[in-house]
């Protein structure tokens, strides 16, 4: 890690990198007033024709040696990913094999952006469409997966023919610069894929919304600023993705697997300490199997070993600073105060400043303000519920719309009730959904806009419609 870190940090920078397991400082790194963010992105603009100019196949290889660097040096980048985000280590492991994914998807993917023709409507006419680059783009990108955000984002611009600048979270700028760092080291030209840390992020967010050479913005982070650069991106009218929060139900029902519904419900909450967008948020539980499936999950929860990220066995990391703990700590205590019972966890932890126990709550109810907000910690709360119409007015019963996931062994059940909830993903006895195959994203308030699959690449292409006419037999 060592190397890396010398190679992208700057002693002089003004950005401190905080380490959230001990507060201390791991490293500074440069950043990037509005007006230096102006230059690159003209840079990048002018960078863009001839990559998009080259085959898709040739932007395939270089987007394929960034692969294999990044794979190479996967333990450096997870360790420095989990001393700056505080993410278990087996997890940082896992991010960084998630986010090489969706380079090496892309870069495959990158080939396979068809057009068609379109059967005329008038004999001396011909039809079709061709897809062709969006052009330049920005991203703002997350603290919760300081890797994986950016490849599910430079990976499809790159291989579309754009170029990219991107804002990574001002807690996690390593783990981006350490990215741009192997770009550059694959041979992609360094103008198109700029990470730009700063000091000013509203300042650097209005400018990607202002830039007249900007064509695209994909955001990924919370609701509240989804809509401020939603409305700040209508000046120009730029394409966007936004993939902001949401508020997961998980839904036991009574014929369900307890031990499976028990498995998928500690990988579907507590990974990343409860940090993901994706993560379980409210808990669903049918009245036949509610004390069986709290029995267990109590007992399995209370297991999971709360340690500094660094340390191998680590399951529960730091939450990223005080605020996030400050809040799983409130909302907690809001519902306790309103007649919920933990019965594991429910406290800080004396590991250190920002951990939380794993908490499983229960007599929750859909209208305590748990049960509302996304909590991004590792707490449980757990609703009974007596009827499937029931369960899916709860589960309905958000502005969010992002995953939610459910355990049946009924067939007919499964495909109802996949089908009445109204999120963007839905898991059907799994807790995990997240891979570069598949689109990720939301509806409602939980965004706009799909990341990862054959969808991800179109999000980085306008779809162009000729018409070719004179054509006379
Ligand atoms: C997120 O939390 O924003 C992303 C989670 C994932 O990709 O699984």
């Not at 980048?77 to 896992?94: D, H, N, S, Y």
């Not at 969006?134 to 291989?159: D, E, Q, Y």
């Not at 967010?205 to 939603?230: H, Q």
């Not at 369900?256 to 990988?267: F, K, R, W």
């Amino acid at each position: 890690m060592q190397d890396i870190l010398e190679r992208i940090s700057d002693p002089e920078g003004s950005l401190a990198v905080l380490d959230p397991a001990t507060g201390k400082t791991i490293a500074h790194v440069r950043t990037y007033a509005k007006g230096e963010v102006a230059g690159i992105i003209r840079q990048a603009d002018e960078a863009r024709g001839e990559w998009a100019a080259r085959t898709a196949k040739e932007r395939a290889n270089l987007l394929r040696a960034w692969f294999n660097l990044i794979t190479e040096r996967k333990e450096a980048l997870a360790q420095l990913m989990t001393a700056e985000c505080g993410k278990p280590i087996a997890e940082a492991r896992g991010e960084i094999a998630y986010g090489a994914a969706f380079v090496e998807w892309f870069a495959e993917e990158g080939k396979r952006a068809y057009g068609e023709t379109i059967p005329t409507f008038a004999s001396g006419k011909r039809l079709l469409t061709i897809k062709q680059p969006v052009g330049t783009c920005a991203a703002i990108t997350p603290w919760n997966f300081p890797m994986a955000m950016i490849t599910r984002k430079v990976g499809p611009a790159l291989a579309a023919g754009c170029a990219i600048v991107v804002k990574p979270a001002e807690a996690t700028p390593l783990s981006a610069l350490a990215l741009e760092h192997l770009a550059r080291e694959a041979g992609i030209p360094a103008a198109l894929f700029r990470v730009v840390p700063t000091n000013d992020p509203a300042d650097v967010g209005r400018l990607f919304c202002s830039d007249p050479l900007i064509r695209k913005l994909s955001f990924t982070g919370s609701t509240a600023v989804g809509k401020i650069l939603m409305e700040q991106a209508a000046q120009n009218v730029i394409k966007l993705s936004l993939e902001l929060g949401g508020n997961a139900p998980f839904i036991v029902f009574d014929d369900a697997d307890v031990d499976q519904a028990v498995e998928g419900a500690l990988a579907s909450k507590y990974r990343n300490s409860g940090q993901t967008c994706v993560c379980a948020n409210r808990f669903l539980v049918q009245a036949g199997i509610h004390d069986a499936f709290v029995e267990r999950l109590t007992k399995r929860v209370a297991e999971l070993k709360v340690a500094p990220g660094v340390e191998e066995d680590s399951k529960i990391g730091p939450l990223i600073n005080a605020s996030g703990l400050g809040k799983a700590e409130s909302l907690v205590r809001s519902a306790l105060d309103a007649g919920a019972v933990a019965r594991t966890g429910g406290a800080r932890s004396p590991v250190g400043d920002n951990f939380y126990q794993p908490t499983v709550l229960t007599g929750v109810t859909a209208d305590m303000e748990i049960a509302a907000a996304e909590i991004f910690g590792p707490v449980a709360p757990v609703i009974r519920f007596e009827t499937e119409e029931e369960a899916i007015r709860v589960a309905n019963g958000t502005p969010y719309g992002l995953a939610a996931y459910f355990y049946s062994r009924d067939l007919a059940r499964a495909w109802r009730v996949m089908e009445a909830l109204e999120f963007g993903m839905v898991a059907v006895n799994d807790g995990i959904l997240s891979t570069e195959v598949a689109p990720f994203g939301g509806i409602k308030q939980s965004g706009l806009g799909r990341e990862g699959s054959r969808h991800g690449l179109d999000e980085y292409l306008e779809l162009k419609y000729c018409l070719i006419g004179g054509i006379d037999r």
